[in-house]
């Protein structure tokens, strides 16, 4: 899949079916796009997530990532196809927005990749007493123990916006028991 969208941008480039802002050009909009992917891929998420929990996508396809619980990294990849096609596809954005090639590489490999850690189920990576780095994203993990919480991550805060934050206390998780029993006995 990864490969089909960067084929299918570079197709679509050397076509001229698209335009690109090289950097030699644009540098200031290259570094403008460095700090705005993790604001679209947060808000992609977000939204493509919800969709991915509608009744019929969740049953058919959003459910084989879910079968992972606890999860670990091969969990992060764990994606039915038709999912993988919908997770993936923030960098169209770039057929529509200008951007250096360079940013589109960057924005598939972070795509593609950046789930494997963030299901890697710790947290941080010590030397010792010292942290090195963040790893496992805890509000995601929440969404697998969960599941109608957390459909985003905290880089853009859609959740606490839309009321889908669970932040892993007791009185969250009784809010989310109270608000499911209400949808239950609705008719
Ligand atoms: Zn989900
Ligand atoms: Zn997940």
Redesign the pocket.
């Known amino acids: 899949m990864w490969t089909s969208y960067e084929v299918l941008y570079l197709y679509a480039m050397a076509n001229e079916w698209i335009s690109i802002a090289p950097f030699s050009a644009h540098p200031l909009q290259f570094f403008a796009w460095i700090l705005c992917l993790p604001l679209i891929r947060g808000t992609h998420f977000y939204f493509i ?1 919800r969709l ?2 509608h009744h019929f996508l969740y049953k058919h396809v ?1 459910i084989t ?2 079968r992972n619980v606890n999860t670990g990294p091969w969990s992060g990849i764990s994606m039915h196809p038709i999912e993988n096609l919908i997770y993936q596809s923030s960098p169209l954005v770039h057929f529509i927005i200008p951007t250096d090639p360079v940013i589109v590489i960057i924005h598939l490999v972070l795509v593609t990749l950046n789930p494997a850690f963030t299901h890697s189920g710790f947290e941080k990576i010590l030397n010792k007493d010292t942290k090195i780095l963040d790893s496992a994203d805890f509000h995601h993990q929440l ?1 697998h123990k969960y ?1 109608d919480c957390n ?1 985003g991550n905290m880089d853009v805060p859609l959740d606490v916006w839309f009321g889908t934050h669970h932040d892993g206390t007791d009185e969250a998780t009784q809010k989310l028991r109270m608000k499911k029993r209400r949808s239950v006995a609705q008719p």
């Open positions: 997530h991915l929990h959003h990532h879910h969404h599941f459909y």
